[in-house]
């Protein structure tokens, strides 16, 4: 009981480490096998699962536990040092000259001390090494919310480019369909002599290319579900993926200001500069620190005890015993070490100096990307309702052509010709789907926003 209530008072941070310590032990040792086979896979339930089991993910979540380790060893800098020594040494003497005895010297000699060390002062050193610890930790951090979320944009990807191809092998379905009636047709009309032969060739052609399409266009859909499959570290097996390229998203932003102040907050990359920065600023606070003095508090323990093997001539016991203990401050101060700290200063300045034009960069290349998904985005817009509207055209083109044709008043040409721009327009309405699917997916990147 004791020891479940010691789990529960930890601190929170602990805590969460101490848990995500057991996930990432937990998912080594389950193998994700055929489990999910079968099961049907939304888009957000892609994402989740792509989070849980992307070795990426897995492996940057091993690095903060890492980094949380360097904290704790930062830490430990702050409390005193115990050590403790000890010997035992025999002595026994092999040749004498001059006015001594051998007995004199077989002995044994036994030794122990225990000492504590304590660092008063050192520079703010150990508490700007100390912070570094945490400010790489939280960089860690930043980075792996920056892994996730090109993992997110890369899900989204892939599962529009696949629906999209699913939705054109819908559509090439319908166009099979219609190209298979038209060469049934045109092979009547050409054994009535109403059609010459060449256009029983066109519808042939037509229909052939039509066939090439849907082949190339399940290759599509193979390859992106291959892509998925592997961003989600699925293992092969029979997945269900089902969703719908749509219009109408829950998060848009309305302009460029407010998408930049939403990136401002939720980018990783430039949180992971902003410790990365302050990482170099406590290097340098840690070299300059050496060139102050440092300040230690030491006690010890002794205790030695020498035995030797015969007493004194005269019978008095010759053994010695001590024991003492110490206590002072020793101040020590590196005057001159080759210039070593004075560059190593330098070099940490110049690397704040190089961070800083790191987030520059960062940041010009996050409005960039801002201003061209909404050039996107705007654009697939004005698309989508002359798209929608070429599709509803064509239909009612193609439908009035095969009536004419089949009232004898237009040509098997003219409707190989609307069936042609039927196609056309539904797969431009597709990509047009697919297009405002995407530049919406890299908006919403851009700003760092990890829903759908």
């Not at 990783?268 to 920065?277: E, G, I, R, V």
Request: proline fraction near 3%; include cysteine; glycine fraction near 4%.
């Amino acid at each position: 009981m004791k020891k479940i209530f010691s789990v529960l008072t930890l601190p929170k941070r602990s805590l969460f480490y101490a848990c995500l310590l057991l996930f990432v032990i937990a998912q080594s040792l389950v193998v994700v096998p055929s489990l999910h086979a079968g099961e049907t896979f939304t888009l957000k339930d892609c994402i989740a699962h792509g989070l849980q089991h992307n070795p990426s993910v897995q492996g940057y979540a091993i690095r903060i536990l890492e980094a949380e380790d360097d904290v704790k060893t930062a830490r430990g800098d702050f409390l005193p040092s115990l050590t403790a020594s000890c010997s035992l040494t025999r002595v026994n003497s092999i040749s004498a000259k001059g006015p001594t005895e051998t007995d004199y010297l077989d002995q044994m000699n036994s030794y122990y001390s225990i000492g504590l060390s304590q660092i008063l002062y050192a520079g703010a050193g150990i508490y700007a090494n100390y912070k570094k610890a945490q400010a790489d930790r939280d960089m860690k951090e930043a980075t792996l919310k920056m892994v996730e979320l090109d993992l997110i944009f890369k899900i989204k990807t892939a599962f529009y480019q696949m629906l999209k191809a699913r939705q054109d092998i819908t559509s090439l379905g319908h166009t099979v369909e219609r190209l298979e009636s038209e060469l049934t047709a045109a092979k009547a009309y050409f054994d009535q002599k109403m059609i010459p032969y060449v256009q029983v060739l066109r519808a042939e052609l037509d229909l052939s290319g039509a066939k090439q399409a849907m082949s190339r266009t399940r290759n599509a859909v193979d390859r992106s579900r291959i892509q998925l499959m592997a961003l989600m570290n699925l293992p092969p097996g029979d997945y269900l993926f089902a969703d719908d390229l749509k219009t109408e998203f829950p998060h848009v932003p309305d302009s460029f200001d407010s998408a930049w102040q939403e990136a401002k907050g939720n980018r990783p990359d430039l949180t992971a500069l902003d410790f990365q920065k302050v990482i170099a600023q406590k290097e340098m606070v840690i070299a300059k620190s050496r060139y102050y003095p440092q300040v230690r508090l030491t006690t010890n323990y002794y205790d030695s005890d020498r035995d030797y093997d015969e007493p004194y001539d005269n019978g008095s016991d010759r053994d010695q015993q001590n024991r003492y203990w110490t206590a002072g401050i020793t101040v020590s101060w590196n005057f001159f070490d080759g210039g070593k700290n004075y560059y190593r200063h330098n070099k940490f300045l110049k690397e704040i100096q190089w961070i800083d034009s790191k987030i520059d960069e960062t940041v010009n290349s996050i409005k960039s990307r801002i201003q061209t998904s909404f050039l996107a985005l705007k654009e697939a817009e004005n698309r989508m309702d002359f798209s929608n509207r070429a599709v509803k055209a064509a239909t009612e083109y193609y439908t009035q052509e095969k009536q004419r044709l089949q009232a004898r008043i237009s040509t098997l040409p003219a409707v190989l010709d609307a069936q042609a721009q039927l196609s056309q327009a539904e797969s431009n309405y597709n990509q047009v789907l697919l297009d405002y699917s995407l530049a919406l997916a890299e908006l919403n990147y851009s700003t760092g926003y990890r829903g759908l």
